[in-house]
Every structure is written in C-alpha cells, then in structure tokens.
C-alpha cells in the first residue's frame, strides 16, 4: 500500500476513535507535519468525509455527520463484531432479515481471509417459526415509532389486539385506544415488547410491538417517571415472572436431587446448585407457581427430595395425583391439607 494511502487509513481512523482532535496532536500521532495533516484532511474531504475545521489557537478537526455513506474503515474488532450482528439479525424476527443477510454478505466480501475466517466458524440458524409463534414477526416501521416516541418522549396512541381481540368497550362504544407514556423498547424470549405507563389506568404495563398500531400524530411531551424497580432489566424481569414487588420468583423451594451437580446446572441457569457428593446436590429454584415449580424439578429422572417448603411438598403431592390419574390407577380428587381440593390455575400459594 504506498505511504500516503496508508496514512490517509490511518487518519480516517484517528478522526472515528474520537470526537475532536487539535491539529498538532494529530501530526504528532502520524509523525508528519501540520502541512501533510491539512493535506490529508483535504483528500479525505474529496472522498466524500465530511470533515469540519475547528476555531482556537492550535486549531484542528472533527468527523461530522454526512449526507453520504462514504467509504467506512473498521478495525478487525469492529469489522466482525458487525459482522456477528448482521448474522443475529437475520433471526431478529422484525421483517430487516433479508436485508441484514444481504449486507453481511456486503461486508464480507470485502474482509480479508483472516477476519471472514473468523465469521465463519459462527454460524446462526433462524429455525422457521411454527404457526402458533408467526405472531413474533414485528413490522420494523412500528419498531421505528415506538423507538422515536421513547427518544422524544412524546406520549403515544396506538390500537392494541390483546389475545382474545375485543372490538367495542365496555360501554358498547368503539373500543378507544390506548395512550401511554413510553420508556423503553426491550426484547424478551424472542419478542419486542414497550414497556410504558398507562395514561388510562394509571400503572405501568408492558405490550406486544406486533400487537401494537400506532396512531399519528403523537401527543404531547412528558417527563419520564421511574420504574418501580428502578432499572429496566429488573423491572421487566419481575413483570414476566409473575411477582410484582421484586425481582424474585414468587415461588422459590429446595430440594435434594440423586443427581450430579454439573450435570443439573446444565438445565438450570437460574438456580443455585450445590454439589453434595458424586451422584447427589442441592438445589434452589424459582417459579411463577408451586405447580410450576414441581413440574420443572420433576422432568429430571432422578429421586428429589423436598427441603422446603410445605408447599411445594404439596404441589408435588397434587401433581402425583394427577398423573396417576391420567395414566387410569387412581378415582376421586385430589385434596389439600384442610380437605379444599387443589385447582389446576391457582398461580400462587406462597
């Protein structure tokens, strides 16, 4: 590569790494003069970067915003962790898969071996949805919205289909829509949700973005409230658990497994496994419900041993029935301690 070349390279890399530099630093960093520096900056400029000047006594330059895509240098780093990205957008389920695959394929085109040979050992299949999950695709124009409705903060109205669609309220109106104070857009098991505050209701809810149809225009600007847990992740993470007053699961029980501990926290990245001996461990674990909980530990093939609590010694006791039922060795219900019999959608007992 001749010099001048190389050190144009070099530049355009300085001018990304940050946003201001004084002229003399920079002709320190390339070893060249202020003259070559200028110089250079000019060639760049004719490559379409749009480089501005900047008043003071030293002087220097910052890389601006253009109105072109011109030419992009990326170090090896950058190169594949965009490269990684693109790939995991090919399975993001927000209709930009096609696009992302062609682009990826852009850029690696122009990698050298060395780096493409590093894409390459990653590979990541989107495994074709089945039908009762066609409703993850998400339109990416409703993504674009919700995401500009979060970055102004401006409130938000948009028709929401819930699972069973009611088109009139209550009242035998037209179903009105709904008007929300969005904060933040997040994903969560494979689906893009906005996480906002409901205007109507007074509380804080969390929606569907491919249940989701925006009306325009927005409304008017807000000042954002804070999350009950303070922090988005754990605020979203208690939502979909079930348990609103924490992060925790609202019911968590101990059991003794006649397993190997590497090869239960293998299964389980959410839970607290001790090892207790070769073939037995502790573990503590996490659940939406009692009934949950049980069928979780039960899919192990293994003898468990409850520690605690009585409830889920109980769960356990109601799901025993239940499949001796099912399998035709057992007749009349099941009955908890203190003769009410146990009901299969009670989420909570702790």
């Known amino acids: ?65 253009g109105t072109q895509l011109p030419p992009l240098l990326f170090d090896d780093e950058q190169a594949v962790a965009l490269a990684i990205a693109l790939q995991s957008a090919t399975t993001a389920g927000v209709g930009i898969e096609e696009a992302a695959a062609r682009a990826l394929h852009t850029v690696r085109q122009v990698m050298p071996a060395r780096l493409r040979h590093r894409i390459d050992i990653l590979r990541v299949t989107a495994v074709e949805r089945s039908p009762t999950r066609a409703d ?53 098991g494979g689906r893009w949700y906005l996480v906002a505050w409901d205007l109507d209701r007074g509380d804080w809810r969390t929606f569907r973005a ?68 070769p073939r037995r461990c502790r573990l503590v674990l996490g659940s939406w419900s009692w009934i949950g909980l049980a069928a979780t530990l039960g899919r192990f093939d293994a003898d468990i041993e409850v520690v605690g609590p009585p409830e889920l010694r109980d769960a356990f006791a109601r799901l025993a029935y239940r499949y001796t039922a099912t399998a035709g060795g057992s007749t009349g219900p099941f009955s908890r301690p203190g003769g009410s019999p146990g009901g299969p959608g009670q989420r909570r007992g702790c």
Do not use: N
């Open 210 to 277: 491919d249940r989701i149809r925006p009306r325009t225009p927005t409304g008017p600007r807000f000042t954002p409230r804070e999350l009950p847990e303070g922090d988005v992740a754990a605020f979203v993470t208690s939502r979909f658990r079930g348990y609103q007053d924490s992060g925790d699961w609202p019911c968590r029980g101990e059991v003794i497994l006649d397993l190997p501990a590497a090869v239960v926290s293998g299964y389980l990245h959410d839970a607290l496994v001790e090892e207790l001996g």
């Open 136 to 188: 993850r695709q998400v339109d990416s124009g409703v993504l674009m919205a919700l995401g500009a409705a979060v970055h102004a903060r401006e409130v938000l109205r948009f028709d929401y289909t819930a699972v069973t669609p009611r088109q009139v309220d209550d009242d035998g109106g037209p179903r009105a829509p709904r008007r929300v104070q969005p904060h933040h857009l997040v994903t969560w």
């Open 1 to 65: 590569m001749p010099k001048t070349s190389a050190r144009l390279l070099a530049l355009l890399s300085l001018l990304q790494a940050r946003r201001d530099w004084p002229g003399a630093l920079l002709a320190a960093r390339l070893a060249v003069s202020a003259r070559t520096v200028r110089r250079d900056v000019e060639r760049l400029r004719e490559l379409g970067y749009p480089i501005a000047a900047l008043k003071g006594p030293d002087g220097g330059y910052r890389l601006a915003a």
